[in-house]
Nanobody
Framework: QVQLVESGGGSVQAGGSLRLSCAAS????????MGWFRQAPGKEREFVAS????????YYADSAKGRFTLSRVAFRNTVYLQMDSLKPEDTAIYYC??????????????WGQGTQVTVSS
């Protein structure tokens, strides 16, 4: 089992920044990827970004490219999602996930509890 704990959500005005953290514990493995997804009210959960734990290679949804940056600190088993130039449409619950990887929900085996991000105009 892998436990994931997110933190760093909150409320910000459009154009502002937030940094989300996700700390992993338990039976973590370097073969996993760590991903961030988000889900707005009435919408499906969608991919935001992911990072391969071994190589640190990052992947972003088009909506996140140029504004969000995903990084990891291996010895802390922690990933960070730096979100800049936030827009009201970024408002959602953000979930951290761990698993084989990819941009689909089914590519991840473990999920955090989610953290709310609210961007006001």
């Amino acid at each position: 089992q892998v436990q994931l704990v997110e933190s760093g959500g909150g409320s910000v005005q459009a154009g502002g920044s937030l940094r989300l953290s996700c700390a992993a514990s338990g039976r973590t493995t370097s073969s996993y990827a760590m991903g961030w997804f988000r889900q707005a009210p009435g919408k499906e959960r969608e991919f935001v970004a992911s990072i391969s734990w071994n190589a640190g290679r990052t992947y972003y949804a088009d909506s996140a490219k140029g504004r969000f940056t995903l990084s990891r600190v291996a010895f802390r088993n922690t990933v960070y999602l730096q979100m800049d130039s936030l827009k009201p449409e970024d408002t959602a619950i953000y979930y951290c996930a761990a698993g084989p990887g990819g941009s689909q929900v089914g590519g991840y085996d473990y999920w955090g509890q989610g953290t709310q991000v609210t961007v006001s105009s």
